[in-house]
T-cell receptor
Framework: AQKVTQAQTEISVVEKEDVTLDCVYE???????LFWYKQPPSGELVFLIR??????QNEISGRYSWNFQKSTSSFNFTITASQVVDSAVYFC???????????FGKGTMLLVSP | KAGVTQTPRYLIKTRGQQVTLSCSPI?????VSWYQQTPGQGLQFLFE???????NKGNFPGRFSGRQFSNSRSEMNVSTLELGDSALYLC?????????????FGQGTRLTVV
């Protein structure tokens, strides 16, 4: 069975601080997808990134970066120079290769104060 | 390109009633998945439809059902509502084929059962 663990329930930072959201996953599949989604108060889940299990290259997109380490089954997400608009709940998710069904972690609520 | 549209946005129902929620996916997407989000259980997969066929199903009772039409629009139905069915119901749209399995979510329908 697949499982995603986000151990951090809530993180509070002050604007401009860097923050890392942890994600650890379990799967028996050798190939799979990993995702991060952002859920602002409006409720919609906003897609941030997808990573294939065979591609361990780290990725940077503006202030966002992702560190995928297959050896430790982790897919961590870092926001550099956080902003108040980054305040949201962030979900890490896992999907089998070729399928759309997502297994989500419980989410990490990020609060960025001015 | 229009996003995923869910209607209605809010619903209040009484225990024992039934309810139907609607989801219109992104144009060209053939897969629609439904998720239930509650504070206690987090995001849980209900079912996925692809080309009018249920392709995958989560661990929910038979009171939860769905269908997909030839234009890929999907409905989910919950019969004999219980207080515990109060949740945010999210619909996700994806191409559903090949390796392109990013799921894009609607804003959800918030169901309150009283």
């Amino acid at each position: 069975a697949q499982k995603v663990t986000q151990a951090q329930t809530e993180i509070s930072v002050v604007e401009k601080e860097d923050v890392t959201l942890d994600c650890v996953y379990e799967t028996r599949d050798t190939t799979y997808y990993l995702f991060w989604y952002k859920q602002p108060p409006s409720g919609e889940l906003v897609f941030l990134i997808r990573r294939n299990s065979f591609d361990e290259q780290n990725e940077i997109s503006g202030r966002y970066s992702w560190n995928f380490q297959k050896s430790t089954s982790s897919f961590n997400f870092t926001i550099t120079a956080s902003q108040v608009v980054d305040s949201a709940v962030y979900f890490c998710a896992l999907a089998e290769w070729g399928y759309s069904t997502l297994t989500f972690g419980k989410g990490t609520m990020l609060l960025v104060s001015p | 390109k229009a996003g995923v549209t869910q209607t209605p946005r809010y619903l209040i129902k009484t225990r024992g009633q039934q309810v139907t929620l609607s989801c219109s996916p992104i144009s060209g997407h053939r897969s629609v998945s439904w998720y239930q989000q509650t504070p206690g259980q987090g995001l849980q997969f209900l079912f996925e439809y692809f080309s009018e066929t249920q392709r995958n199903k989560g661990n929910f009772p038979g009171r939860f059902s769905g269908r997909q039409f030839s234009n890929s629009r999907s409905e989910m139905n919950v019969s004999t509502l219980e207080l515990g069915d109060s949740a945010l119901y999210l619909c996700a749209s994806s191409s559903g084929t090949g390796r392109n399995t990013e799921a894009f979510f609607g804003q959800g329908t918030r169901l309150t059962v009283v």
